[in-house]
């Protein structure tokens, strides 16, 4: 498997289940479009994909790789995943953590975008934004971070709507990576 330490705080995964996640791109569209407005007339950058075939199909491989590579506690609630569509600059959402939801992010990409069209994760470890990591996503590939570090998206130029989904993973422990010791 080849798994890539990007920088202290973002590691890479193989998750190749990227044809499986194509198949199903116009079931994910169906839920993220019946679900992006809330009860209250509010668009969301997110729409829960929870505990359905999906779901079922990729949570017990996100906790896989999460329990073989870091040292962490059982999970203390259900991990959601959440759908992320980003269309020509529509949802420009800003930098934001996850610091009171998850210990662990995971973001895999259904439709990466490519060089030079923007849609590029860009993430600020230091609260002072003086350290940025900026990679172009790729397909297969599960990108790992700690839920206190803040991230956002760059501006989308392509008119091809781009899909990711994130994951949580929630610890009652700072995850330390087996290999690297590295602790977030």
Same mark, same amino acid.
């Given at each position: 498997m080849d798994n890539k330490r990007l920088h202290f705080y973002l590691h890479e995964y193989d998750f190749?289940?990227?044809?499986?996640? !194509?198949?199903?791109?116009?079931?994910?569209? /169906?839920i993220y479009e019946e679900g992006k407005v809330d009860a209250l007339g509010n668009e969301l950058a997110n729409v829960r994909l929870y505990h359905n075939d999906i779901w079922n199909f990729l949570n017990p /491989? !996100?906790? /896989?790789? +999460?329990?073989?590579n870091y040292y962490v506690s059982p999970p203390f609630i259900d991990h959601e995943i959440g759908i992320y569509k $980003? $269309?020509?600059?529509s949802h420009i959402y800003p930098s934001h953590n996850h610091y009171? *939801? &998850?210990?662990? #992010?995971g973001i895999v990409y259904i439709n990466p975008p490519k060089s $030079?069209?923007?849609?590029?994760?860009?993430? @600020?470890?230091?609260?002072a934004y003086k350290d940025v990591i900026k990679i172009i996503p790729k397909p297969?590939? !599960?990108? !790992?971070?700690?839920?206190? +570090?803040? @991230?956002? +998206?760059?501006? $989308? #130029? *392509? *008119?091809?709507?781009?899909? &990711?989904?994130n994951w949580g993973y929630y610890s009652r422990m700072r995850p330390i990576h087996k290999l690297t010791s590295d602790q977030w």
């Open positions: 190749p289940y990227h044809n499986y996640l !194509l198949e199903n791109l116009i079931y994910i569209d /169906k /491989k !996100l906790i /896989k790789i +999460v329990t073989e $980003q $269309q020509n600059n009171h *939801s &998850s210990t662990m #992010i $030079q069209e923007g849609g590029e994760l860009i993430l @600020h470890p230091n609260p297969n590939k !599960l990108y !790992l971070f700690p839920g206190w +570090v803040f @991230h956002h +998206v760059s501006p $989308q #130029i *392509s *008119s091809i709507p781009r899909y &990711s989904l």
